[in-house]
């Protein structure tokens, strides 16, 4: 039997690895663990998989068969990642909920463009959500909103400037901080009004990555550095995410959650806070649905969750590029 060449035999190797990470990363396995930079480099290792899936279908052999047994085992995860547009039309009315991190309105001139705030109010105008959860959002940067006639902002720290924000169409009511300890983040809650039901309304801004230039895994000094922090952020993301689950818990009204997570769909974040909740995204929502703008690969860290007796009419992820992050809505109905 005629030896296969080393190039052949080193690309399935290659492969195999490619897709038991995959697996690992996915939860498709019983390992129980979670490793933090496997999670977030979970959508390259999807996009390595694809590549080696068209691979071997253009060369046409057999390993081509390895990513459909492990796409077949892991369909529900990726469906994290991509969604087809649903054809289902829904002929109820709803409210619109829009979830944005306007990262302070370029007040430190991140964007090139000019007049940053005014394009923001000027695309909230044009969208016509009925409630907008902002994040990061600088009290003295921003545009006036003058549609909006209930306009809540709680800073992260306390007398700070920067925090969440809540603008609505209908009214607000009870607002109140949610504070994470030894954080430069946090949260809010307010009840909503509509229609004469109540809901509890979140406005959540979880622990960021901070990830900087100075971060590589090309040194063993820095990598190490580099993997630590990311371990100590996805415990503080998962300590916060617990201590709001029991915040919620208390709460007899539906909810609808806007947050940036700032960890991506198959992180533990993401299933604690997700967990018997509906995510707008994977209900309604097409394609890729990448909302931090991260070269070469998509990342979708925002989200919008809500009450499991809440039904998420439509999804929608806006190509927009005022922040370093893109709005989403969903139109949520009772």
């Keep these: 039997m005629k030896k296969k060449p080393f190039f052949f035999r080193f690309a399935v190797l290659i492969n195999v690895l490619v897709l038991l ?36 279908l253009y060369r046409f052999q057999w390993p081509v068969l390895l990513f459909c047994i492990v796409f077949a085992l892991s369909l529900d995860s990726w469906q994290l990642l991509y969604q087809f547009k649903s054809n289902t039309i829904f002929t109820s009315q709803g409210i619109k909920v829009m979830s944005f991190n306007v990262r302070s309105f370029n007040r430190f001139d991140w964007l090139k463009e000019k007049d940053i705030p005014q394009s923001i109010a000027e695309f909230i105008e044009t969208s016509e959500p009925d409630v907008i959860c902002f994040q990061e959002y600088a009290v003295n940067q921003a545009p006036k909103f003058n549609s909006y006639p209930y306009q809540i902002f709680l800073p992260y720290k306390s007398k700070g400037q920067i925090g969440n924000c809540i603008v609505s169409k209908f009214p607000l009511l009870h607002p109140k901080p949610i504070p994470f300890e030894g954080s430069s983040n946090g949260g809010m809650q307010s009840d909503l009004v509509w229609k004469n039901d109540t809901l509890r309304l979140y406005n959540i801004h979880f622990e960021s990555l901070q990830i900087n230039s100075k971060d590589t895994l090309f040194s063993t000094q820095h990598s190490k550095r580099f993997a630590n922090k990311i371990a100590t952020v996805f415990k503080r993301q998962i300590d916060q995410i617990n201590q709001f689950n029991a915040l919620a818990s208390e709460s007899t009204y539906p909810e609808i959650i806007c947050t940036d997570l700032n960890n991506n769909a198959f992180s533990e974040s993401y299933q604690s806070v997700s967990k018997e909740r509906f995510d707008a995204f994977r209900e309604r929502g097409k394609g890729f649905g990448g909302t931090y703008l991260f070269p070469y690969f998509p990342l979708r860290i925002d989200y919008i969750l809500t009450d499991r007796k809440l039904k998420v009419i439509d999804f929608k992820t806006h190509e927009l590029q005022l922040s370093d992050h893109k709005p989403i809505s969903a139109i949520i109905g009772l």
Excluded: D, H, R
């Design 21 to 56: 990470l995959l697996l690992i990363a996915m939860n498709q396995l019983p390992l129980k663990l979670e490793v933090p930079l496997l999670t977030l480099g979970t959508p390259f290792l999807c996009l390595l998989s694809l590549f080696f899936f068209f691979f071997w």
